[in-house]
C-alpha cells in the first residue's frame, strides 16, 4: 500500500519528501500532475515538475508574467479544476535566463512548479 506525505518544513529543512518514491501536485481534490521524484528537478524550494508529468487539461495558458533576477522571464498557467480556477497557480520559464541552468545543474525550461494552494506531496 503506498502512504502519501506532505512536506513539512521544521527550520527550513523539508521532511517527509527525502523517502518519496513519486511525486503528485493536487488541488481541488485532482492529481494535476505525477512523476517519479527523479524526474523533478528542486530550486529555491520548489518542485518543478518536467513538462510530461503535466495533466493538461486542467492547465490554461495565462498572460501573468514575474522577472526572477538570476533564472529570467516566469510565464504561468492558471490550473482549472471542477470549475474553480486557481489564477497563476503554476509558473514556468520557457527560456532561462544565460547561467541559470549551470547554476541549477539542470536545464529546467518549460519544468513547472506550483504554489498558491496547490501541495505537492510524495508517495512512499
Not at 27 to 32: A, C, G, L, S
Amino acid at each position: 500500500m503506498l502512504r502519501s506525505v506532505i512536506a513539512t518544513r521544521h527550520r527550513g529543512i523539508v521532511a517527509g519528501l527525502c523517502y518519496a518514491k513519486n511525486m503528485k501536485a493536487i488541488w481541488n481534490n485532482e492529481v494535476i500532475a505525477e512523476a517519479p521524484k527523479e524526474d523533478l528537478i528542486r530550486i529555491e524550494g520548489n518542485w518543478y515538475f518536467p513538462p510530461k508529468a503535466l495533466h493538461w487539461e486542467y492547465f490554461t495558458e495565462s498572460d501573468h508574467h514575474t522577472i526572477c533576477p538570476w533564472k529570467g522571464e516566469a510565464s504561468y498557467y492558471d490550473v482549472v479544476v471542477n470549475g474553480q480556477t486557481n489564477e497563476f497557480g503554476a509558473w514556468y520559464y520557457p527560456e532561462p535566463k544565460a547561467g541559470s541552468t549551470e547554476r541549477v545543474g539542470k536545464d529546467f525550461a518549460n519544468y513547472v512548479a506550483f504554489w498558491n494552494g496547490i501541495e505537492v506531496v510524495g508517495d512512499l
